[in-house]
């Protein structure tokens, strides 16, 4: 795991990337932090179009002054919320999924993943618009899926039980890529008959993730 300086500096490049005005001292720093907080907050209850800086100030307790001093605009401002989100979300998967048994670890990263789609589906849905028109927008949840995609590869090498004869590297980024894309669908058109919300949902979605990457124990392979 990358240490928490790492991590730090990462999101400190990756904001300036974003269009947010380096903090040049930690006071300062901590007002943008504070700002990114009460952002995400709103942004999991309220549209894009209805999160007015005027509010993300009068919740942060600073004034629009503050916030244009530290972001040049709301679109900026939440291309930043997108990657605090996202750097957050990968870390605490990966600290969560390290205590999982191997046997587990699918099944605990999709019901996870279900878990945060209807957890931050406003925030998903206003994340969608925003990188509509500027798809740079999306890179940090990009991002995400190939570490998922290095973090279960590391897994399943690292695994005894597996026939690693049977470990294709392109049918498990596929299959990530394949999990990604039945999340992102299901939350945003809702094409059905069974919903994210759905008892079965992530059910079904495991066993097609498992029959995509075809993975084999040695006890199957001696079969």
Known sequence: ????????????????????????????????????????????????????VARICADAGCSTGAFYARFPDKVSFFKALIIKHAMSSRAQSQAQLD????????????RRMVQAYLANAIFLRSA???????????????????????????????EATIDQASVKEPAIRFAVQMLLAALNNSLLNRPGPVFLEDEMFPVLLEDAVEKVMGLRTLEDAGD
């Not at 490049?13 to 947010?20: D, N």
């Not at 995609?149 to 590391?154: G, S, V």
Request: glycine fraction near 4%; hydrophobic fraction near 45%.
């Open 99 to 110: 205590a999982v048994p191997f046997r587990d670890m699918l099944g605990a990263t999709i």
């Open 1 to 52: 795991m990358r240490s928490k300086w790492l991590l730090a500096r990462d999101l400190e490049e990756q904001l300036r990337t974003a269009g947010a005005f380096p903090a040049q001292q930690q006071r300062s720093k901590q007002m943008r932090d504070a700002l990114l907080e009460t952002g995400l907050a709103l942004a999991r209850r309220v549209d894009f179009e209805d999160l007015s």
């Open 128 to 158: 969608v618009k925003v990188s509509l028109e500027d798809p740079e927008a999306w890179e940090p949840f990009r991002r995400n899926s190939h570490e998922l995609a290095n973090y279960l590869l590391d897994r399943i090498r690292a």
